[in-house]
């Protein structure tokens, strides 16, 4: 377990890039409530269409595990279910990369044979993702190429 206060700096450290990554592509982003109690900040990204998705990244325990990262609805009251997720990603449905804490097999993920702690390697045909920016950056090009919603 990481100390919320060490996750935090970290977090903080990293989302100069990431916040600079996502307004050079007019992402928006939401960190107005990060803090050691609430590590989690959001990013509203748009599909080719304009259909907007809202991403929560849950930083718990970051940089030791990847972030949760979870589609929620426009109000994050809703999270979750197919209907939030653009059509790119596992229909169970979690975005399925070695950064997304949810897609690892110990935590429910459809991938058992990832390991929680190598999540910063890289995967077969891809190089290792390992900040936020870069998970920001990768889910951005899914999703723009994407052409709607999971059903």
């Not at 990262?69 to 979750?80: C, D, K, L, P």
């Not at 935590?107 to 058992?112: A, E, L």
Request: aromatic share 10%; glycine share 6%.
């Amino acid at each position: 377990m990481i100390p919320a206060e060490v996750s935090l700096e970290s977090v903080k450290t990293e989302l100069t890039d990431a916040l600079a990554y996502a307004a050079s592509v007019n992402l928006e982003t939401d960190v107005s409530m990060l803090s050691d109690a609430n590590l989690r900040f959001y990013v509203t990204f748009h599909n080719r269409d304009g259909i907007k998705f809202y991403a929560e990244f849950d930083c718990a325990d970051y940089p030791a595990y990847p972030p949760t990262i979870e589609f929620v609805s426009e109000n994050r009251a809703e999270r979750g279910s197919k209907n939030l997720y653009p059509n790119v990603f596992h229909t169970n449905p979690c975005v399925c990369m070695r950064y997304n804490r949810k897609a690892h097999g110990e935590m429910g993920g459809p991938h058992g044979e990832w390991r929680l702690i190598d999540w910063q390697l890289a995967t077969p045909g891809g190089g290792p993702i390992d900040s936020l920016a870069m998970m920001i950056s990768d889910l951005h090009v899914k999703i723009l190429n994407a052409t709607g919603r999971m059903s």
